[in-house]
C-alpha cells in the first residue's frame, strides 16, 4: 500500500509543511517551529511527495511576497492562480482537481 502525502499549515508561523498521512491522523509537529498542533485543514493530498513538496514551496512563496507586501495572509487569494489543464496524479473531485484552488501557475 503507498504512502500518502498531505499539505498542512502551521497556527503558528503559518508555513505549509509536506507531512505522511497516519493511521491516526490527529496530530502533527510543524518542520519550521516545532509546534505541536492538531489538524484542522489538509490543503491537499497526494500520493507523491514531490507534488506535495512543489505545491507547499509555491504556497509558501506566495505567502512571502503578500507579507513583503506588508498585506495580511489570506487563503482565499491563492484561488486566482488556478492552471488550466495540469497533468498530474492528484485525484480529482468531479471534473476539478482537490489541488486546483492552491496551484500558482508557473508562467
Known sequence: MPQKFQILRCFSCETFNVDIV????LKWQCKMCGENQSIKNVYGTSDTAKECREIAQ???QRRGE?????QPFDENQYQEDIPKGSESKITK?????RWA???????
Open 93 to 97: 473531485v468531479g471534473s476539478v482537481s
Open 22 to 25: 497516519k493511521k491516526t491522523n
Open 101 to 107: 484552488k492552491y496551484m500558482v501557475n508557473a508562467e
Open 58 to 60: 509555491q504556497l509558501n
Open 66 to 70: 503578500k507579507m513583503d507586501e506588508m
